[in-house]
């Protein structure tokens, strides 16, 4: 009888643990998702923000999701704006560099905004060539050029 409890006490056991980590395992693939929104500006126009730190693992994660939207939404300009990274070292400016590659690649030009004075400052220092893709400083200067490789433009309407 013993035997019976302790098995069946092992199996709820089992059942729970099974149950957690399938709930954590869904909760870190919400999280990775919501770290690298890949948002439709307009047609064929794509914004990636990026806000925090860029390891290795979110830099792939952001290759592999931008890479997708790209093709899903066959788009022709994508705007990654860095205004929340607080630091770009000799590996977030590598691998800016080969998401610009695989982007391109795809038919898509990649434009760069969100560049502080000291990112700039950093990116020469490193001796970055970041002449691959298109620099702003401001996003509202990146969603301009990249309406304008569409063939759009933002005009004003008389009053």
């Known amino acids: 009888m013993t035997k019976l409890v302790l098995f069946d006490m092992s199996l709820a056991i ?12 869904r909760h870190q693939a919400a ?9 439709r500006v307009h047609h ?22 931008l890479l997708l939207r790209v093709v ?6 994508v705007i990654i704006d ?7 070292d000799t590996m977030v400016a590598d691998h ?7 982007v ?17 400052r950093t990116i020469v220092h490193l001796g970055v060539d970041i002449s691959a893709m298109h620099t702003r400083s401001r996003l ?11 063939g759009r433009a933002i005009t004003s309407r008389p009053a």
């Open 31 to 39: 999280i990775r998702e919501l770290s690298t929104p890949v948002i």
């Open 14 to 25: 089992d059942t729970y643990i099974a149950a957690n980590i399938d709930t954590v395992a």
């Open 96 to 102: 800016l560099l080969k998401t610009t590659e695989a």
């Open 140 to 150: 509202a200067e990146g969603i301009e050029l990249a309406l304008g490789l569409i």
């Open 44 to 65: 064929r126009v794509l914004l990636l923000p990026l806000v925090g730190t860029v390891d290795s693992h979110r830099a792939e994660q952001i290759m592999e999701t």
């Open 82 to 88: 860095i205004a929340g990274v607080p630091l770009v």
């Open 72 to 77: 899903d939404e066959q788009a022709r300009a």
């Open 104 to 120: 391109r690649l795809l038919g898509a030009e990649t434009i760069l905004t969100g560049i502080s004075a000291q990112i700039a």
